[in-house]
Structures are given as structure tokens and as C-alpha cells.
């Protein structure tokens, strides 16, 4: 309640520096036209001066300019822009709608970019349009979010064809990954090899990896904000595909046109639909029922309501699930025996948001959110003879989190030199560590006390998350502009309370109208951690909180860097940053998430990281020819008193140079080509240097490296480096209810045998001796892919 009311003194305060300005204020809320969704940082600014803001995410902008004759000028990359002339006298609402160019195609890159990278404060931050991420050829036809952003300098990804992102030299839970403002706690499908963001239900992608505004909080390494579309208020459209392994569907309108709009996108995989037959011949005829297979889904919906154009409403839900299963019944004239094994995980999250303009100078969004991930795996064999249970053997394991919150944030735009934000959440927490239920029944053999039933395991954590947080986009004079400000956040479990304070700090100074110099200063805590199991995104990862015996994860950032403008349709950029973190947690020495009978905390080891890497990047914005090039060089280290001596080691994805290189081009209006090439180091990996023979190994089969083995240090081997050369090509064409499209595509076009793991194994020589020898397993060769989808308007 303290920082609740700290918050309404600060709104109030505020709103009294209005009172005594002599300015006049034009407010309102950009559009597409055609659509009628909101256009994200869209520039609006008087021409004479250039003094001008950008729409915030939700479209509205606040201008405050002296009284008299101006010309105000709307411009958003992609769309024609407008130019208003008014004798301001009073406050003034324009809501305003902007046209989309003819052309669209030659701006897919440069959509995002609506504020130039040369004026603004914020560094380390990329956008991608929907467009963008649909434009790079990908594995098996499958359009992913996070394989697009793994292209970028900074962001490496996992293992191969993999679409974890692991950002200067974080973990895959330093990531705050926000989808229309509701966290995502299991980015992944298909045990990382698919993200569950469907991109035709996404409007923008927003990227920041360093520093962080002071709006952001709770993790380490980066924002990753994914906003949904909000759903087409003037017309009903239907866009579809039909891939290798998956279908979707969206479908979008007016349910009162230009007041309540919606939009639902479906997506699911059909392997284990199409596959069905061939195991069930492939399992033979003895078998009456055989099931195998595995699929996930998701599904998108969202409805938002204009109650007049000062207040709006939003509804969004995302419900996504991945299931394995494989089981048998085997009958017989006096028996039946089934045995049956699952594995399901899954998200589901829904944000309710109230927008209200409480003056033209202030704008409120309040937002309530639920979040939960599960994960399930499953076993049970049972036999039963003349109707009667002979033995039932049931084992199940289920953890998670679950997530309410509650927050409200306002921005507030005093004048053209300062556009404020601040705002207060606080989220209640939910930890499920793990639960084994066990059951053993056998009840038809007469025995007693023969049966066991019984639940284990760790109990659920219950937390308490709260932050407040100011920040200032201050512009001192015409070079020199900064970003101020401070996060304070509290976290209580069990009988402790941590606090936090953070301050944020970014800064540009105006070289000149072309080149700008950046630094940034960030300070981030984490309350929450991820006992991370495998390198492949399983799912038995498990999320738990700080506790009074592990603290929270803490990371400081410097940055600096440079941005250079050449053109309007070339930005580079080079950039160093320097992260020092602590309290990072890791298994101990033999323990993992299968070690069932300890308690979690009893597992870890609390150690520090250090990262520290340059990043270069060079794009052009648009034209027929589009792209970028990225470049990064990087250290990531990590210490723990108990592992590898206590002695540095390197970080599992410590990767010394990254290349992507990214290019797209638009023959005419029917035909375009992506082509991407990826280059990295080689990762990190612990291997045995010496074996030695065991008693045990030579009494069985005589396989020496059986034995004892001795490890040194920790990721000490390199595996080989990985590249990859992907093609991708799209035939668009106009038909009378709309637009089809036929996408080919070639995965790994060389058909390079990049590192998946290694692993020893035993090789017989001419002369009848054994050696072992280490061997290298690939996943993917050469893949092409095709694709239809269409466009029904």
C-alpha cells in the first residue's frame, strides 16, 4: 500500500505542473486506416521546430506546443504522411488515421523503425514487424519468432535448429518474455525446436538487451514484448496456411464496426494424425490398441471494445499445450494388460486492460493478468486376469507457477523536452517445485499390505512480488538527451523479504544529424530461478523462487556505443557491453531434477558470472534490397565455489564470434527470395580426459572405458563451429476473393553436419584390438520445405 500511494502523490503532482502552463496540448490516437490498429511509435512533430513524441503502444500521443498557427506533421514508415495546419488556441483531440503505401513490400524491413536509432536514448533495443519475421526462410516451413531474433547481434541461439535465446551471456530464464504484458514461462514447442508465438497473431516484436527502461524489471539479461494485434475494426479477413507439419487459421473483424473489433489464431501440428496408420501397421497385429504420437497447439484470441475515445477496453487470452504420448492394450481370453506414458506441458495467459485519457497530457492503462505453466509426465502398466486388478504400477510428476497480478501505469507528457512514465505492479506467485504421486497395487495376488499409494515431493511456495517504478525521457539541449530513472521492487517467500533498488540510466549526445554516441548504465534483480535440466528446451525444467537459502539473481550492465546514419536507408551501429552477475544457481556434482528424493534447495550451488562482448550491426532499411548484417564478439563466465575447482569456466553457450547475415529481395510484385547464413563458435561442453578400468566394467563386457571417468574442468572442449545457409522463396499472387502465396524453402542449403552432441563410442580395429573414439551426431541435413497460405479479404 506504501508504493500504491506513493504512486497516486506522484500522478497528482504531475498533474499540478499542468495547471500553471501557459501551452496548449493536441492529443489523440493513431490508426491504420484500413485496419484500425493502433500504430506503435508513430513520429508527431511540429515542422518548423522538429519538436515532436511518438505514439506510445497503444497508439495515443500527447504534443504540448505554444498557442498560435502550427503545422503538425504524422509520419509512420510504411504509410503516407499527413500534414495538419491549426490555430491551436485550446486543447485539441485528432484522432487520426494513416494510409498504408501502395508499395508495402520495399518497407517491410523499415516498418519497425518509426524513431530513428540516431535521436533516441534507448540502445540495445531492435523492433520486427510481423512482415520481417515472415520474410526469412525457416525450418520446415515453420515461421518463428525467436529463430528471427536469434539472427540478431547479441542474441545467441541453443542447440541446433533449437529456438531458445540466450542474450549476452544469460540463461534461458534471464529473459523477460512478455506477451501482451502477461508473461510466458515455456517459450517452446516441441522440446525447443518451435517458440509458441503464432505470427499471425502478432503486431510487433520488441527486443531490448540493454539498458533497460525503468518500466521493466524481474529479469537479468532481456525484454522480449510481443504485442497481439488487436483485430481489424472495419472489414472481416481470413489468412490461412497449410505446411509440412502444421496448419493455421485466423480469422479477424468488426463485432460493432469501429468500436469492438476481434480477432481468434489457431495453430496445430498433424504429424500424429498422418502417422497414426503406419504405427498401428507398424506395430503388428497382436496388438489390438497401439498409440503413439505427439502434437502441439495454440491458440490466440483477443476482443477489444471503444467506449468513447478517451477509454478502451482489451481482452486477450493465449492457450498453448504440447503432448506426447505412447501406449498399448494387449488382450487376451482371460487377461488384459495396458500400459500407457505421457508427457504434456503447457501455457495459459489472459490479460484484461482498461486505456483511459485522464487529460490530454496523462494516459493510464490498468491491467490484470493470470499466468500459468504445467508440466505433466505419466506412466502406468496394469494387468488385470478375469476382471481383477493382478498388479498396477502409476507414477506421475507435475510442477509449475501460476501468476496474478495486477498493475496500472501512466504516461505523461508534460512538454516536448519530457515524456514520463511511472507506474506501481504487484503479482502474487504460485511455485509448484514438484509432486510424485506413486501407486503400486497388488491386489490379486493375495498378498497383504501388498499396495502402496502414496505423494512426495517438494510443496508448493507461495510469494509476493511488488515494484514501482519513475523514469524521464529528458531532452537537456538539442545534442544531449537522457532516460533517468529508478525501479524499486520487493519480493517476500516464506519469512523473507528482499529489496531492490535500481536505478536505470541511458544517454545520447548528437555527434551530428547523422552520428550519435549512447551509453547506458542498468542495475536488474530477479526473484525467480530456472533449474535448468537439458540444453534441448525440455520441458522439466523447473521454475522456484529466492528463498531464505537461495537469493535472488543480480546483474549490473555498462554499455556504450555509437550509431551512424549514412542514409535513409542505412543504420550501423557498434556496440560494447560489460554485465557483471551473482547468485546464479546451478545442480551440484551428480544431482539433477531425477534426484527425486532431495529437496530442490539441497541440489544447488550459488555461484557468478561475468559477460562482456562487442556487437555490430549494419542494415538497410528498405528498398527492393533489404537486410542486415551482425556481428558479435563475446566472453561468457561463469564461478562456483563447488564446481570445476571453484575456478572460472565457460558458460555452456559461450561462443567467441557470431555471424548472421540476412538478405532479402523483391524481384517484382510477386516474387521475393530471403536468404540467411549463420556462423558460430562452437559450444562449451565437459568431456572425460582420462578412463579408467572398473572391476565391474571387465566382469561385464569387458569395455574398459566403461569404467571411472576423470573430469577436470568444466567445458573445457570445443565442439566443431556450426554454419548454416537457409533459402527461402514466395510466389504471391492476386486472386478475386484475395491473395495465395507459395512458399519453398531449404533448410541447411549445403547440407552442412553441424555439432548436435558428442558422444564415446567403441570401435573394433583390423588387427582385433578396441579403441574408443569420440563421435559427432547431427540432427538436420538438407530440409526443403513448402508451404501455401492465403489471404481471404
Not at 497508439?59 to 506533421?73: D, N, R
Not at 502478432?202 to 525503468?214: C, E, H
Not at 549512447?518 to 534441448?536: E, P, V
Request: no cysteine.
Amino acid at each position: 500500500m506504501v508504493m500504491l500511494r506513493l504512486t497516486v502523490s506522484m500522478a497528482l503532482l504531475l498533474l499540478s505542473q499542468s495547471l500553471w502552463s501557459q501551452k496548449v496540448t493536441i492529443s489523440g490516437t493513431l490508426e491504420d486506416r484500413n485496419t484500425g490498429e493502433k500504430l506503435i511509435s508513430a513520429n508527431v512533430y511540429e515542422s518548423s521546430t522538429l519538436k515532436g513524441v511518438a505514439s506510445n503502444v497503444y497508439g495515443f500521443y500527447s504534443l504540448t506546443l505554444p498557442a498560435g498557427k502550427v503545422e503538425i506533421v504524422y509520419s509512420y514508415v510504411g504509410y503516407q504522411t499527413e500534414q495538419i495546419e491549426i490555430d491551436l488556441s485550446r486543447d485539441t483531440v485528432i484522432n487520426l488515421t494513416l494510409e498504408p503505401v501502395i508499395d508495402i513490400d520495399e518497407v517491410v524491413i523499415s516498418a519497425e523503425r518509426s524513431r530513428s536509432a540516431v535521436r533516441s536514448t534507448q540502445m540495445s533495443m531492435t523492433e520486427l514487424s510481423a512482415n520481417t519475421i515472415k520474410s526469412l526462410p525457416v525450418l520446415l516451413g515453420e515461421v518463428d519468432v525467436l529463430k528471427a531474433l536469434q539472427l540478431l547481434p547479441g542474441v545467441k541461439g541453443g542447440n541446433e535448429g533449437t529456438s531458445g535465446i540466450y542474450v549476452r551471456g544469460g540463461g534461458p530464464d534471464q529473459n523477460l518474455i512478455l506477451l501482451d504484458g502477461v508473461p510466458v514461462y515455456n517459450a517452446n514447442h516441441l522440446f525447443g525446436f518451435f517458440s509458441v508465438f503464432n505470427p499471425d497473431a502478432i503486431q510487433t516484436v520488441k527486443l531490448i538487451t540493454g539498458g533497460f527502461p525503468a518500466r521493466y524489471g524481474g529479469r537479468l539479461s532481456s525484454v522480449l514484448d510481443i504485442r497481439m494485434k488487436d483485430g481489424n475494426n472495419k472489414k472481416f479477413s481470413v489468412d490461412g496456411s497449410i505446411g509440412l507439419i502444421s496448419s493455421k487459421l485466423t480469422v479477424e473483424g468488426p463485432i460493432i464496426k469501429e468500436r469492438t473489433s476481434f480477432i481468434v489464431s489457431a495453430r496445430r501440428t498433424y504429424i500424429d494424425l498422418l502417422a497414426r496408420p503406419l504405427i498401428r501397421l507398424q506395430a503388428g497385429g497382436d496388438i489390438d490398441n497401439f498409440k503413439a504420437g505427439y502434437y502441439f497447439y495454440d491458440l490466440n484470441a483477443k476482443v477489444n471494445h471503444k467506449f468513447s475515445d478517451r477509454s478502451r477496453l482489451f481482452l486477450s487470452v493465449y492457450s498453448g499445450d504440447d503432448k506426447a504420448y505412447l501406449g498399448s492394450v494387449q488382450k487376451g481370453r482371460d487377461y488384459r494388460w495396458e500400459d500407457e506414458t505421457g508427457l504434456g506441458w503447457g501455457n495459459f495467459t489472459t490479460a484484461l486492460r482498461w486505456n483511459y485519457v485522464i487529460t490530454p497530457k496523462l494516459f493510464s492503462n490498468t491491467t490484470l493478468t493470470y499466468s500459468q505453466y504445467n508440466f505433466l509426465t505419466s506412466l502406468l502398466d496394469q494387468e488385470e486376469r478375469d476382471g481383477v486388478i493382478e498388479h498396477k504400477y502409476q507414477f506421475s510428476y507435475n510442477s509449475g507457477i501460476v501468476d496474478w497480478a495486477g498493475k496500472i501505469d501512466f504516461d505523461y507528457t508534460p512538454g516536448p523536452d519530457h515524456n514520463m512514465r511511472f507506474g506501481y505492479n504487484q503479482i502474487y506467485h504460485t511455485f509448484k517445485p514438484g509432486v510424485t504421486v506413486f501407486l503400486m497395487d497388488f491386489g490379486g495376488n493375495g498378498q497383504e499390505g501388498a499396495a502402496i499409494d502414496t505423494t512426495f515431493g517438494n510443496t508448493n511456495i507461495y510469494a509476493h512480488e511488488g515494484s514501482i517504478y519513475l523514469e524521464d525521457d529528458w531532452t537537456i539541449t538539442p545534442r544531449l538527451k537522457a532516460n533517468l530513472g529508478i525501479h524499486l521492487s520487493g519480493f517476500k517467500v516464506r519469512d523473507s523479504l528482499y529489496k531492490s533498488i535500481e536505478p536505470r540510466i541511458s544517454a545520447r549526445y548528437m555527434v551530428n544529424e547523422k552520428v550519435s554516441v549512447k551509453g547506458a548504465y542498468t542495475r536488474m534483480t530477479q526473484y525467480i530461478h530456472l533449474l535448468t535440466n537439458s540444453t534441448i528446451g525440455l520441458p522439466t525444467d523447473l521454475w522456484v523462487p529466492a528463498t531464505d537459502r537461495i537469493p535472488p539473481q543480480k546483474a549490473q550492465q555498462f554499455a556504450l556505443g555509437v550509431v551512424y546514419e549514412p542514409s535513409d536507408e542505412w543504420e550501423l551501429s557498434l556496440e560494447g557491453y560489460y554485465k557483471m552477475m551473482d547468485n546464479l544457481i546451478e545442480y551440484k556434482e551428480g544431482a539433477s531434477f531425477f534426484s527425486v528424493q532431495d529437496d530442490w534447495e539441497d541440489k544447488l550451488e550459488v555461484g557468478e558470472g561475468l559477460a562482456y562482448g562487442l556487437e555490430f550491426l549494419a542494415r538497410k532499411q528498405y528498398g527492393k534490397t533489404s537486410g542486415w548484417i551482425g556481428y558479435t564478439l563475446s566472453w561468457s563466465n561463469r564461478r562456483f565455489d563447488s564446481i570445476s575447482f571453484g575456478e572460472w569456466f565457460p558458460y555452456l553457450y559461450d561462443r567467441r564470434h557470431d555471424i548472421s547475415i540476412v538478405f532479402n529481395y523483391r524481384f517484382n510484385d510477386h516474387i521475393d527470395m530471403g536468404i540467411t547464413w549463420v556462423y558460430g563458435t562452437g559450444n562449451a561442453v565437459t568431456l572425460p580426459l582420462e578412463k579408467y578400468a572398473s572391476i565391474g566394467s571387465w566382469w561385464g563386457d569387458m569395455r574398459w572405458f566403461d569404467g571411472l571417468e576423470y573430469f577436470e574442468k568444466r567445458n573445457s572442449y570445443r565442439v566443431p563451429a556450426y554454419h548454416r545457409l537457409d533459402i527461402g522463396v514466395n510466389f504471391r499472387k492476386e486472386k478475386k476473393w484475395g491473395e495465395r502465396t507459395w512458399s519453398l524453402g531449404l533448410y541447411n542449403a549445403y547440407n552442412r553436419k553441424n555439432p548436435f552432441f558428442l558422444d564415446f563410442d567403441k570401435i573394433m580395429n583390423e588387427d582385433g584390438t578396441t579403441e574408443s573414439v569420440l563421435k559427432l551426431y547431427s540432427l538436420f541435413p538438407l530440409i526443403p520445405s513448402i508451404s501455401y497460405s492465403f489471404k481471404i479479404r
